[in-house]
Structures are given as C-alpha cells and as structure tokens.
C-alpha cells in the first residue's frame, strides 16, 4: 500500500525559504510516476504546484516556476518542495502525491499525503 | 489564464441522483484534458473518485460514476449517501506540466 507523509516546519518567516519533505513507503520513487506538490490555502480551493519525475524532470505551475524547486532522494525515497521569498500567501495546507502520467506528463494524482500546514508569519 | 469552472454548491436529498459538472474556459472538455475528480471530506486530504474522464480507483463506490456531457466533464453520484456529504474537485491537464483543479463543489446531503 502506498503511503506518503509529509514533514517540515509549520511556521516560516515572510521572505524565507519554505522547505517541505514527503517520505514514500509502499513504493520505490525511482521505480516510476511523478511525484507533486498540491496546496490548499486555509477555506480555499486546491492548487497544483509542481511534480518531479522519477528521473529527476521537473515540471511546474507556471506562475510560480521562478520561486519553486522540487527535488528528489531516491537513497532515502523522499522528494522535497522549496517555495522561496514566501509571502502570507503561501500559507496552506501542503499535500504531496504520487502523480501518474500520460506520455510522460503528469496528469492526475492518485495516493496523497495527509497534508501539513504551513503559516507564513513573522 | 485557464479557469476551470465547477458549481459552488448543490444539495441532494438521501438516495437522489446529482450530477456535478467542471467546465473549461478554453472550450469543450475532452478525454484529452484527462478529466479527474476528488472527494474532499471536512478536514481531511483529498481522496481520488474518478481518472480518465470515467474510471474508478479500486477504492471508489460504484455509486460514483464519471463521463462527458455537453461539453463539460461530468461526476454522478447515484443513490446519495449521508457519507458522500463532502466538497469535490475537478482537475484538467492542458499540457505545460501542471494540470488545473477547478474550484469545487460543495454538496449538501439534506
């Protein structure tokens, strides 16, 4: 069964970097599918960020490209979202989820993570 | 910019039928935009319903059913359950590498 959890500190600094973990137990990331990020700002509606392949592609949602890195540890089957020069408006609950594709494109998400919330605050 | 369009709320009495539609603002939703839906009960992570326009996770009741209909991707929930009283989202892939969730449906059961 496939199982995602993600980790990291719920309270960051505007202007400072936001780093989130998703530890992947169940499957081997380095076997296939993308692997994404999805938010969901406190009584709002859900946002796709970005996804990594499992060979290292990455693919983000255009408008936030210049401030998003998604990387990946397949030595620890974890993969790894950075949101830079955060803004109240990153916080959210973050998900992370394993993402099939169709021709290499990553289209839908089927295993989620619980989700953890991350508050932008001085 | 793309927006995906879903009705912000419907309300079904026990055992009814409701249809949830998501529309595209680029024009007819195909099964090339890989229509999806998700559950998204009170407090808890989305669940995945329905990929592929009309295929069911091995986890999704059979009373959830997905399709296209006039233009727009469709989810049926037939024979409601008090249960399946959550919000639910769309999500459509238009290439670019990162697909659109549409602003959900809120359903009552009442």
């Known amino acids: 069964q496939v199982q995602l959890q993600e980790s990291g500190p719920g309270l960051v600094k505007p202007s400072e970097t936001l780093s989130l973990t998703c530890t992947v137990s169940g499957y081997s990331i380095s076997s296939g599918f993308h692997w994404g990020w999805i938010r969901q700002p406190p009584g709002q509606g859900l946002e796709w960020i970005g996804s990594i392949y499992h060979t290292g592609s990455t693919y983000y949602k255009p408008s936030l490209k210049s401030r998003v890195t998604i990387s990946v540890d397949t030595s620890k089957n974890q993969f790894s979202l950075k949101v830079s020069s955060v803004t109240a408006a990153d916080t959210a609950v973050y998900y992370c989820?394993?993402?099939?594709?169709?021709?290499?494109?990553?289209?839908?998400?089927?295993?989620w993570g619980q989700g953890t919330l991350v508050t932008v605050s001085s | 910019q793309t927006v995906v369009t879903q009705e912000p709320s419907l309300t079904v009495s026990p055992g009814g039928t409701v249809t949830l539609t998501c529309a595209s603002s680029?024009?007819?939703?195909?099964?090339?935009?890989?229509p999806n839906w998700f559950q998204q009960k009170a407090g808890q992570a989305p669940r995945a319903l329905i990929y592929?326009?009309?295929n069911r996770h091995s986890w999704t009741p059979a009373r959830f059913s997905g399709s296209l209909l006039g233009g727009k991707a469709a989810l049926t929930l037939s024979g409601v359950q008090p249960e399946d009283e959550a919000e639910y989202y769309c999500?459509?892939?238009?290439?670019?590498?990162?697909?659109?969730f549409g602003g959900g449906t809120k359903l009552t059961v009442l």
């Open positions: 999500l459509l892939y238009y290439g670019g590498g990162a697909p659109v």
């Open positions: 989820a394993r993402v099939p594709s169709a021709g290499q494109q990553p289209v839908r998400a089927d295993y």
């Open positions: 680029t024009g007819a939703v195909t099964s090339g935009y890989h």
């Open positions: 592929e326009t009309s």
